[in-house]
């Protein structure tokens, strides 16, 4: 149980899970590239002794991998879970009464504590361009905070019981920021903080916001939870850490008394500035768009403060391990939303949110003869109307039979799903809705369409497990490569425009046509380079699903409607890159080449990698 950040730093050294960069390092670009190479290497985390034009370290890599952070929480981590548990499932309390005591006496003790003295975070005042100003990738508008906990309550109810601790990022310099006084807010505004500024803007008045960086690790963990109802974010950051939040109030702030760095200020209504660019997760840049804007009051940072970071792109990031701590904790939580539901996998590969598999039950037709999605469909809907998951563009859902299946096992699982699906009955559309604000292959912001493919029953195929003939020497298009079973690339030209596709998609539909069927290929993925996108199943998740609309890039062999539902021989997803899409993250060479000086005999990371 750490109190601080500094204990948990010291603790990961004594057991060889950091290391000490003791050279000079700069926050633009190099400290992100040196914490990419060592987390891909599968590294410790670092702690940055020399940050250049800063007096504070930053550490990085603290949730590198799933073992260092169950490492971290290794004494508060079964208590956390059990938690959760009786909060999603209340009659385990009364089916395990001893042991529900202590959940009981576990969560009483996890509840805030409210001090006016031993505020260490307010012992000195500094100013925004006092802190290591970190800019992660070459095109983002400016330095960020990337592992912040925006604080803000309810202006209805006041207090922090009614309060909302999420993770939003945080713009400290750039675009048409007015230095020191001025930071961007990045966040929707159906985000806990988007509800409470929606409050304070009807009545009038600034919504007061505070952002906290540091403290225990489990404050971090925190602001990303997806918590039951009733459990708020500030009463799991005491549990996960096994010690009260402690908190103060200055000038109507709330203060993170644990916190290594506390900004304080105010978002006044209809106030928004550019924001961005930033190199996300999805493995692009959000692009700049007006987002609101804090008007800094304060900014406090207590003696040796550490500033803890990480770099966001394309996944696998350090930010997977959270995914993976979240979805331990929350354990069966989606089966109790949602009832039917078995599984549900966001796939990190590709970004998260584009992408989702899902196990559901099917029960309502169990005397036909032809074995159908039927509930399954039901159970989509609800799935693409849950949270966080309602900006999936892509649901791939069946239900197992005859063998167990998994959707963690990605090929195991598409293919189970191409082996049954029914291209003519099993391709549902969701046209004109809402995607991810950050995904940028839509029609705007947060405009897209969603498709479920939904596969049942008995095998309908087998499926290719090299090129089929009919796709090799195709006129226009070339190097037609196997992805996986059932899935095979193909390369083109470069997209122009819709209409130019439109009549390039028509062409190859009727090229394969004129072939002949080709019913062990379902799946057919049209991109710039088909050699980059079979190289790896990782590849072919993150290029397909992110750069693809599911309304405008999915085309089919003999495609037809049948009373407005769509039906086709063979798919065909467009993964082509657009002109209106983000730019991909790609890292500066000289940078690159910079930070080799880190990774030599005799210096602080000699021999890591």
């Not at 169950?70 to 548990?85: C, L, V």
């Not at 406090?300 to 550490?306: D, F, M």
Request: hydrophobic letters at 35%.
């Amino acid at each position: 149980m750490y109190q601080n950040l500094e204990e948990c730093i010291l603790d990961l050294e004594r057991h060889g899970h950091l290391v000490r960069i003791r050279e000079e390092v700069d926050p633009y670009l190099e400290m992100a590239a040196i914490h990419l190479k060592v987390y891909e290497a599968g590294g410790p985390a670092l702690l940055f002794e020399n940050v250049k034009g800063s007096k504070f370290r930053a550490v990085s890599n603290l949730f590198g991998t799933i073992e260092r952070s169950k490492f971290i929480f290794r004494s508060t981590w079964q208590a956390a879970e059990n938690i959760i548990a009786m909060r999603n499932d209340p009659m385990k309390a009364l089916k395990q009464p001893f042991k529900n005591i202590e959940n009981g006496f576990a969560a009483l003790k996890a509840l805030p504590a409210k001090k006016s003295t031993s505020m260490p975070v307010t012992a000195q005042e500094i100013s925004i361009t006092d802190l290591p100003l970190i800019q992660s990738w070459p095109m983002d508008g400016g330095a960020f905070v990337t592992l912040p906990q925006i604080y803000s309550e309810d202006p209805d109810k006041p207090g922090i019981m009614n309060s909302n601790l999420g993770m939003y990022r945080v713009q400290l310099t750039g675009n048409e920021y007015e230095v020191n006084k001025e930071i961007g807010l990045h966040y929707q505004i159906h985000r806990g903080i988007g509800v409470h500024q929606a409050k304070a803007t009807k009545m009038g008045m600034p919504l007061k916001v505070s952002c906290f960086v540091g403290g225990p690790p489990a404050h971090t963990l925190s602001a990303v939870m997806p918590l039951p109802e009733g459990l708020s974010e500030i009463t799991f950051a005491g549990l996960l850490s096994g010690r009260r939040f402690h908190y103060s109030y200055i000038d109507g702030y709330c203060i993170s008394n644990d916190a290594d760095f506390v900004i304080t200020g105010d978002i006044y209504p209809g106030d928004t500035k550019p924001e961005g660019p930033f190199g996300d997760h999805l493995g692009y840049y959000s692009l700049i768009h007006p987002f609101p804007v804090m008007k800094v009051k304060k900014v406090y940072a207590k003696p040796n403060a550490i500033w803890p970071f990480t770099v966001v792109g394309r996944p696998p990031q350090e930010d997977t391990s959270f995914g993976q701590l979240i979805h331990e904790l929350t354990g069966d939580a989606i089966k109790q939303e949602i009832p039917g539901v078995k599984e549900v996998h966001a796939v990190d590969a590709a970004g998260v949110h584009p992408l989702l598999f899902a196990i559901g039950s099917e029960r309502y037709t169990p005397y036909q003869e032809v074995k159908q999605p039927t509930e399954m469909l039901t159970i989509a809907n609800r799935i693409l109307g849950t949270g966080q998951l309602s900006l999936a563009k892509y649901l791939f859902i069946t239900a197992e039979e005859n063998r167990p299946l998994t959707t963690h096992d990605e090929v195991d699982f598409m293919t189970y799903i191409l082996e049954r699906i029914d291209l003519h009955r099993d391709v549902h559309f969701y046209t004109n809705t809402t995607i991810d604000t950050l995904d940028y292959s839509g029609t705007g912001l947060n405009s897209g369409s969603k498709v479920v493919l939904a596969a049942y029953g008995d095998q309908k195929r087998e499926l290719c497990k090299d090129v089929p003939d009919e796709l090799k020497d195709l006129r226009e298009f070339e190097n037609a490569r196997l992805i996986m079973p059932g899935v095979v690339s193909i390369q083109g030209a470069a997209f122009t425009d819709y209409a130019n596709a439109q009549q390039q998609l028509q062409n190859l539909c009727d090229a394969i046509q004129a072939r002949g069927p080709i019913p062990s290929c379902p799946m057919i993925i049209l991109c710039d380079d088909s050699t980059f996108m079979s190289a790896s199943l990782q590849n072919f998740m993150w290029a397909t699903f992110t750069r693809s609309n599911p309304s405008h890039d999915i085309y089919g062999v003999n495609s037809y409607y049948e009373n407005k539902h769509w039906g086709c021989d063979n798919l065909i997803i467009d993964a082509r890159t657009k002109p209106h899409q983000a730019p991909p993250l790609v890292p500066d060479p000289t940078v690159e080449k910079n930070i080799e000086r880190l990774f030599v005999k005799g210096a602080s990371l000699g021999g890591i990698l």
